[in-house]
């Protein structure tokens, strides 16, 4: 009996790359859209004078 090729597994190393990599990318995306969300919402009290900027 041949013994069947067994199917290989990523290293451990390489997958704990990439969890990161697609963590920190995640983190970036959710700044990102916290920094854009923030702008909208400032930019919309200022425009219905409920805020007033600091020069």
Same mark, same amino acid.
């Given at each position: 009996?041949k #013994?069947? !090729?067994?199917? %290989?597994?990523p ?6 790359? /990439? %969890?990161f #990599? /697609? %963590? #920190?990318?995640f983190t970036?995306?959710?700044?990102e859209?916290?920094k ?6 400032? %930019?919309?009290?200022i ?5 007033? !900027?600091?020069?």
């Open positions: 009996m #013994e069947e !090729p067994r199917k %290989k597994l290293n451990k190393k390489i997958v704990k790359t /990439a %969890k #990599e /697609a %963590k #920190e990318q970036k995306s959710s700044l859209n916290l854009t969300e923030n702008e909208r919402l400032i %930019k919309n009290l425009d219905s004078g409920e805020f007033k !900027p600091k020069d």
